[in-house]
């Protein structure tokens, strides 16, 4: 983060009160975390549901901050002390305000990615064609949030021409509050699926929600959406501004073909790449490529770029173990991302095929329903094996108990049938490991 700004322009952009003794005192970082600050850095002190950074005040002086911006309600400024001041209203508020303005007076472009399965990896594949063509920022990990896209943006350096950024959402309204801050010259939108349901109840406001970003486009930009998707086809017609659409489908301005090999065609002219992917990852790099063409990046190195991408660790990763193929999706859950898996898992020729299954978080009321079709997908794929963990799991376990064909087991937690689990890897076959991100099922693998 190299902001280079006076205590005074921030103030101002924030819209808080300075408490400085040198207005003038230019500022190049900010950090939220007390345990972190170095001499010279601001310190945002964030509020909490539980916590209230402003506690932590204390030590961040004692470690030299230049700067804190903090909520003026009920605080007093200590007297005796160096550090200047910015009161604010909302110290959230306040650091997004900070990003936007860094964000509006940059020269990059900017996509930003939403969507309730893929954004991340459509993330780092945009984010591998961009850097062929010139200097690229992107969000590091999942900072996707109201707190993280804020510090992704900040991150921009002049020397950056294109910057790539994923938007999370878990509740309605968080697309529009981060998109506002990217502000995207193209925005896309992966798919609308059943994610998040105990906190969007249903897939129509998944689809409101998701379109959000739409809204906050730059001027003249262009929104990039899944054709194959049957809530985003609406955009065809529902949507005025400039559009792009990929996907299987025929009509898809950026159609992929059914080939061993990422083949689509564009404009009446086809495109092969050296590369072969799953379905799901074909549509994301369909998505990645199709933002490239949104940005102006010629085609040339949208193909070096998707052919030197590398998967993210814990989705879909591949790897082998004690003559076991393994099939490693624990970053998250939910129930299109858990029947691609076991599609996958299904296709395999390496058996008996193992599903280590764990719970698909936060779909509230709809939980029972969507683990109970876990079973049936389980089957469907011809699992000789499941090891299942959660309370949520425990509807899958139900129809599975006393359905042929396959050896069920059930527990609590991993730790009760893992001496099973190892048991039945000493055959070999694959093995595909899948949970939500809490339920940390990466560490069954450390163990067999």
């Known amino acids: ?146 707190f993280g896209v804020p510090f992704s943006l900040l991150e921009i350096q002049p020397k950056h021409q294109y910057g790539v950024f994923e938007l999370g959402a878990s509740h309605p309204g968080d697309i529009a509050e981060t998109a506002a801050l990217a502000v995207p010259d193209v925005a896309v939108i992966t798919n609308v699926g059943p994610s998040h349901l105990e906190f969007f109840h249903d897939l129509e406001t998944v689809y409101k929600t998701k379109t959000e970003i739409a809204q906050h486009l730059n001027f003249g930009g262009t929104l990039v959406y899944n054709a194959d998707d049957e809530y985003l086809a609406r955009l065809k017609t529902d949507f005025k501004g400039k559009s792009l659409s990929f996907g299987f489908k025929p009509g898809a301005d950026v159609q992929i073909l059914e080939t061993e090999k990422l083949t689509f065609t564009y404009k009446g002219q086809a495109y092969m790449f050296d590369i072969q992917l799953e379905r799901h990852d074909k549509l994301n790099a369909a998505a990645a490529a199709t933002a490239a063409i949104a940005l102006g990046i010629y085609m040339d190195n949208i193909k070096q770029g998707l052919q030197s991408f590398t998967p993210m660790p814990m989705r879909m990763e591949r790897l082998e173990k004690n003559g076991v193929h393994f099939i490693l999706d624990c970053y998250n859950a939910n129930p299109a991302s858990m029947q691609n898996a076991l599609e996958i898992l299904g296709r395999e020729k390496n058996t008996p095929r193992v599903a280590v299954l764990g719970d698909m978080k936060e779909l509230g009321n709809t939980s029972k329903n969507y683990h109970r079709l876990v079973a049936r997908q389980i089957q469907d794929n011809r699992v000789e094996f499941a090891f299942l963990a959660g309370p949520e799991m425990k509807y899958t376990y139900e129809i599975l108990r006393t359905a042929p064909g396959i050896t069920v087991h059930y527990a609590a937690t991993p730790a009760e049938w893992l001496p099973a689990l190892k048991t039945a890897l000493k055959k070999g076959g694959t093995c595909l490991i899948k949970a939500s991100r809490s339920m940390n099922f990466e560490n069954i693998l450390k163990e067999i």
């Open 1 to 146: 983060m190299k902001l280079n700004l006076s205590l005074k322009k921030i103030a101002e952009i924030m819209k808080g009160r300075l408490v400085a003794a040198a207005p003038e005192t230019k500022i190049t970082s900010f950090v939220t975390d007390s345990r972190v600050v170095s001499k010279g850095d601001g310190f945002i002190a964030l509020k909490g549901c539980k916590h209230d950074a402003r506690a932590f005040i204390p030590q961040v002086i004692e470690k030299g901050a230049a700067v804190v911006v903090a909520e003026e309600q009920g605080f007093k400024v200590p007297k005796g002390t160096d550090t200047a001041f910015i009161l604010v209203e909302d110290p959230l508020r306040a650091l997004q305000a900070l990003a936007k303005y860094h964000r509006i007076n940059s020269t990059l472009k900017v996509a930003a990615i939403t969507g309730s399965n893929g954004k991340s990896t459509t993330k780092q594949m945009l984010r591998a064609i961009c850097s062929t063509a010139g200097e690229t920022v992107a969000n590091v990990g999942n900072l996707n949030n109201q």
